[in-house]
């Protein structure tokens, strides 16, 4: 008995553990050059992500990301979005050999 609950331990920590997901906030900044060029149809162009913060669960992460664009929107020129990935996604260019 002590052996199946032990396999069964050993078999669901790595499911437990994979199914936790950190979030991490990423500011956009928006290509302003073109911006009058953006039709509302379309979203404007994000030029270059940085990584802000990393949060527990996404909506923590989105609570921060709607602070950090209303102290944006106030107090700087530059446009910038910003948008939680979880920890496993780099909105930056894709990394490869170039194939």
């Known amino acids: 008995m002590k052996s199946i609950v032990i396999a069964?331990?050993?078999?669901?920590?790595?499911?437990?553990?994979?199914?936790e997901c950190a979030w991490m906030l990423w500011?956009?900044?928006?290509?302003?050059d073109r911006q009058r060029e953006w039709s509302p149809s379309g979203p404007p162009r994000v030029t270059a992500w940085r990584p802000v913060a990393a949060y527990p669960t996404k909506p923590d992460c989105q609570e921060q990301g709607l602070r950090h664009?209303?102290?944006d929107t106030?107090?700087?020129r530059e446009v910038v979005e910003y948008n939680c990935f979880p920890d496993t996604v780099d909105p930056r260019a894709p990394k490869g050999s170039g194939r």
């Open 8 to 19: 069964a331990i050993l078999l669901l920590a790595p499911v437990q553990a994979g199914a």
């Open 27 to 32: 500011a956009g900044v928006l290509d302003s």
């Open 69 to 71: 664009q209303d102290v």
């Open 74 to 76: 106030r107090y700087s």
